[in-house]
């Protein structure tokens, strides 16, 4: 079992940032790939980025390349996802999500039907 608890989240204008976090209640946090959604209200849960195991590759929404970075640090057991130049309708809910990549593939994964753990959230809010 992985608990997850996300922090970070928070008001901010248009053009700033925030750096949300999330830690892992797990030693073998090393062998969990990552992921980070998000869900406005009224919308579906997206996809927002995805990072592997050792936190050497990553993949993003395109609505957010280029402006939101994920990074992972085992020895913390913590994920991170900072998110510059927030649009209003970066408004969500954010959540992180675990998977174990017992294969040690080094996959990263998109899905949010393939993630077995989730944290329970944390608020983004960006005015215009």
């Known amino acids: 079992q992985v608990q997850l608890v996300e922090s970070g989240g928070g008001l901010v204008q248009s053009g700033g940032s925030l750096r949300l976090s999330c830690a892992a209640s797990r030693r073998t946090f090393g062998r969990y790939a990552m992921g980070w959604f998000r869900q406005a209200p009224g919308k579906e849960r997206e996809f927002v980025a995805a990072?592997?195991?050792?936190?050497?590759?990553?993949y993003y929404a395109d609505s957010v390349k280029g402006r939101f970075t994920c990074s992972k640090d085992n020895a913390k057991n913590s994920v991170y996802l900072q998110m510059n130049s927030l649009k209003p309708e970066d408004t969500a809910v954010y959540y992180c999500?675990?998977?174990?990549?017992?294969?040690?593939?080094?996959?990263?994964?998109?899905?949010?039907?393939?993630?077995?753990?989730w944290g329970q959230g944390t608020q983004v809010t960006v005015s215009s």
């Open positions: 990072i592997n195991l050792i936190g050497g590759n990553t």
């Open positions: 999500a675990a998977v174990q990549d017992t294969s040690y593939s080094g996959k990263l994964y998109t899905d949010m039907q393939e993630y077995e753990y």
